[in-house]
């Protein structure tokens, strides 16, 4: 009796430690899943083949941009459509328009830059159309250069407003003067719950399209200075500006990265193709760029490092430099007369940017 009494205890001891193991093991998978998961970075990755996509049609999208609406300007190859981002490593979550809009009611999201931004923007709010095609909806454009969508039903805002450079701009032709180190529309970027900037491109214009004739730091006034100087030094300005006007608590901030043109093939090709965009039907396959870190996302980079409460950086240069098939080419506002490899098609690459922005507000 003893004997059985006690080989009875032996086991349940050894059955209760291999429950307490096999607990154990379960938390240490269930912990390197959540580590794998949350290290997991979604701008690294390639992009995929999937006849799931595009997210709309852009025939469907009442008030889309004649510039980015390439379908309807004659473009005949559709596979640019076709491909949704694939991270290494991890998933997204499909961009839900119903969601989306369930989750920001009574909320303002503000997109601040150049036309990267409206195409951003102009993506967005054809997704939530989509998403909802029989809710009520307005829009205005103002000449000031901010635009308005909004939801009645969900108490919901998509604001759009123009700002090429963020820093200011004063005076009138001949004497404009760039100021790197001053912002003063500052006070309708605190409106917003959900702020998304950018800058790049038009700090690469000169000539006529340049719309400053000098720059001026402190107390030094210049007819003109290395751009990429000018950009980061514009940029930290708005860093600064960031940490002592911004409640991170109350408001998202996120920078959108730099969107990259495709204007010389060499860039991807070393066969150099049509010279640029023209003509491209595909990705870069895999995940590297041939031509490497764009020089615009490196001062980013830097810069956001530097902020007491870092902005978030949606970092699309890489996902979007693998594009070159994304852009409208002959298939934009401008034609065979001025080719578009700066702007992207819609349906095209600004989706799944904003699926990225879905999922860093809703599932990170």
């Not at 390639?46 to 009442?62: K, Q």
């Not at 005949?76 to 290494?88: A, E, I, T």
């Not at 997109?111 to 095609?133: E, I, K, M, R």
Request: net charge positive; charged share 20%.
């Amino acid at each position: 009796m003893m004997r059985g009494a006690a080989s009875s205890g032996v086991v349940a001891v050894m059955v209760m430690m291999l429950v307490i193991l096999n607990q154990l093991e379960s938390a240490t998978a269930n912990d390197s899943l959540s580590s794998n998961k949350s290290s997991c970075n979604i701008y690294r990755g390639s992009w995929v083949y999937d006849n799931a996509y595009p997210l709309y049609d852009s025939n469907s999208c009442p008030f889309i941009e004649r510039q980015f609406n390439c379908k309807s300007n004659g473009r005949p190859d559709r596979d640019y459509l076709k491909y949704r981002w694939q991270p290494s490593g991890c998933n997204i979550p499909r961009f839900n328009g119903l969601d989306f809009l369930e989750r920001v009611k009574g909320k303002k999201i503000m997109f601040v830059g150049d036309s990267l931004s409206l195409n951003q923007w102009q993506s967005l709010t054809c997704l939530l159309h989509n998403a909802a095609p029989k809710a009520k909806f307005t829009m205005t454009r103002s000449p000031s250069g901010l635009s308005v969508f909004s939801f009645p039903a969900y108490n919901a805002t998509i604001k759009f407003s123009r700002n090429a450079f963020l820093v200011d701009i004063v005076g009138a032709p001949p004497k404009r003067v760039l100021k790197l180190d001053s912002i003063s529309t500052g006070s309708l970027w605190k409106t917003a719950d959900v702020l998304v900037f950018n800058s790049w491109h038009w700090w690469l214009h000169t000539g006529r399209k340049q719309p400053w004739d000098s720059v001026e730091y402190g107390n030094v006034t210049v007819r003109d200075m290395d751009r990429l100087v000018a950009y980061e030094k514009a940029i930290r300005t708005w860093a600064m500006w960031i940490d002592r006007n911004i409640d991170h608590s109350n408001t998202k901030v996120f920078f959108q990265g730099v969107s990259p043109d495709h204007a010389q093939s060499k860039d991807w090709s070393k066969q150099g193709g049509n010279g640029s965009c023209i003509g491209e039907t595909k990705p870069v396959m895999g995940s590297n760029y041939p031509a490497g870190p764009h020089p615009a996302e490196m001062v980013v980079e830097k810069v956001i490092k530097t902020m007491k409460n870092p902005a978030r950086l949606m970092n699309v240069t890489l996902m979007s430099q693998l594009r070159k098939d994304g852009h409208p080419s002959v298939y934009g506002y401008g034609g065979h007369t001025t080719p578009d490899c700066s702007h992207w098609c819609l349906a095209g690459v600004p989706d799944i940017w904003n699926q990225l922005l879905y999922s860093e507000l809703f599932h990170s």
